[in-house]
């Protein structure tokens, strides 16, 4: 299934991005290079010899009050110095450059190291890893969104409605698990509940050999805490029972070092972990997939 999005990103004219770089943001045009397209158009250049990111969208995927909600919520992250992908703003000021026909571009300095993907055994990286989170949860406690913005963040809860029809024609096994999920999120408690990150996996995450620092908000939402710690731990989905736990010990450590919530909630990552493969899986079934690559996580529980 073609989505209008990527019809938009392949008619993007790759050869204005020069001046975009050029004129709006001071950089060298020499230094571009192509990171990726497979969601927003990426490029990394330099400017007076440090590195950034040119992120270009359109607003068939994020339009522009969703991705200037999210610019706000990043900007407050790296005012609160949580570790994070600083956005920076162009020579006019501001944090998102509307572009011709749709498209918009912002920026934000590189953030040194590798992806932790290739850190995923490393039990010091992991509570490193945790202390980074909980202090992006203590910062988004104190976050305020625009109450008369024209985009409200989303909740967990619209999401799940949202598959409701996806899995209503999928197995009966799969309208089963939806079933008892939806009973045991309505009866979750409503603390510990505020906007995360929304995709916190290794990919979205920089570690620099000290620190992990998270970039790529497209997803924020309105879920409980331990979501995000739930999205993080689903990597270790291919190791043992007490190679997950071990990791989780070490992540939660770092975790609570900076941001306090109920010990409760780790009992409960068996359910988040099967919460979040259903809507991933269903996702995809919604942009063209199949219910027959379905995961394993889907239809079983899986301990932590």
């Not at 299934?1 to 975009?20: E, G, K, L, S, Y």
């Not at 920076?88 to 000021?93: E, K």
């Not at 203590?138 to 967990?156: K, T």
Request: proline content about 5%; glycine content about 6%.
């Amino acid at each position: 299934m073609i989505t209008d999005w990527q019809r938009a990103r392949d008619r993007f004219n790759h050869q204005t991005v020069p001046a975009i770089v050029r004129d709006l943001y001071r950089g060298d045009p020499a230094t571009l290079r192509l990171i990726s397209q497979d969601y927003n158009i990426v490029y990394r250049f330099e400017a007076a010899g440090r590195g950034y990111y040119l992120r270009l969208c359109h607003a068939s995927l994020h339009p522009l009050p969703e991705a200037r909600a999210v610019m706000r919520f990043l900007r407050f992250l790296a005012a609160e110095n949580v570790p994070v992908g600083a956005p920076v703003a162009s020579v006019n000021g501001v944090y998102i450059e509307t572009l011709a026909d749709g498209y918009y571009a912002a920026a934000q300095v590189e953030a040194p190291g590798i992806n932790l993907e290739r850190h995923l055994l490393d039990l010091s990286v992991y509570q490193a890893w945790g202390r980074s989170l909980g202090k992006l949860h203590a910062a988004s406690r104190r976050f305020q969104p625009e109450s008369a913005s024209d985009y409200q963040f989303p909740s967990v809860q619209q999401f799940w409605r949202n598959i409701e029809p996806t899995v209503r024609a999928s197995a009966p096994e799969i309208q089963r698990v939806y079933a008892e999920l939806t009973d045991w999120m309505g009866s979750l408690p409503g603390h510990d509940y505020g906007l995360i990150h929304g995709d916190y996996r290794p990919g979205n995450v920089i570690w620099d050999g000290a620190i992990a620092r998270t970039i790529d908000f497209d997803e924020p939402n309105f879920h409980w805490y331990i979501a995000d710690v739930c999205r993080a731990l689903l990597e270790l989905h291919d190791q043992p029972l007490a190679a997950r736990r071990k990791h989780r010990e070490a992540f939660m450590r770092g975790y609570l070092s900076e941001h306090q919530i109920d010990d409760w909630w780790v009992g409960q990552l068996p359910y988040f972990a099967q919460h979040r493969a259903l809507l991933m899986q269903a996702w995809d079934v919604q942009e063209g997939g199949d219910w027959s690559g379905v995961l394993e996580w889907v239809l079983n529980r899986v301990g932590w």
